[in-house]
């Protein structure tokens, strides 16, 4: 358990560290928040395309795209639902606060995904665990990077910043431990949760 604990904790600070990275960029001007919002856009549908759908599909079949689908309906029907007006930038390009709930739950949900891989690889061997939390912390620096872009493009203040990559990062320690501590789904249902969250960044 201690091995499994340690290697989602540096998960965490993996992915925590580079999120922090939008502390640097806050004062950047409009230009570059618009570059960075697209550069963010880019690095998410690929995450959701590339990674997340693939895994899930790999995972679960066909019944991940059945998490896909309700992941992005899920996201779609609250954000239009939380506001009347689709309108993604403020006219000096700042990204909306609004987005940034389909962001955090998408990313909640592919960090559980990930602490539940970690704590999966309890019963492995040292050195199976230990290449499956390298593999997830090389994962994680571009996943927090992407968050920070975002974060920079919707100027929310240094505190939303600190809590949000923080609370992002916590997931992958708490999915680790409390995988090893409840009963969990089988490898199917982690691949429908991993389809949910390419649907919701998608």
């Known amino acids: ?82 506001r009347v007006h689709v309108d993604h930038l403020a006219e000096d390009g700042a990204l909306k606060g609004t987005l940034l709930w389909p962001l955090f739950l998408g990313l909640a949900v592919h960090n559980l995904a990930d602490g539940f891989v970690l704590g999966v690889a309890a019963g492995a061997s040292t050195a199976v665990s230990g290449l499956l939390g390298l593999g997830i912390l090389v994962h994680q620096v571009p996943v927090g990077l992407s968050l920070a872009a975002i974060l920079v493009a919707s100027r929310v203040t240094r505190a939303k910043m600190v809590w949000t990559t923080l609370a992002l990062g916590l997931a992958i ?25 390419g649907g919701v960044l998608a």
């Open 1 to 82: 358990m201690s091995t499994v604990l340690l290697l989602a904790l540096i998960a965490m600070v993996g992915f925590s560290g580079a999120g922090m990275v939008a502390l640097v960029g806050k004062k950047s001007g409009p230009s570059r928040r618009s570059y960075s919002s697209a550069v963010a856009a880019g690095i998410l549908l690929a995450l959701a395309f590339a990674d997340l759908f693939p895994e899930g599909l790999e995972m679960a079949g066909t019944a991940a795209i059945g998490g896909f689908v309700a992941g992005f309906v899920l996201l779609f029907l609250t954000e239009a639902l939380s």
């Open 173 to 197: 320690p708490i999915a680790a431990v409390s995988t090893m501590a409840l009963p969990v789904p089988d490898e199917g249902g982690l691949g429908i949760l991993t389809g949910a969250a």
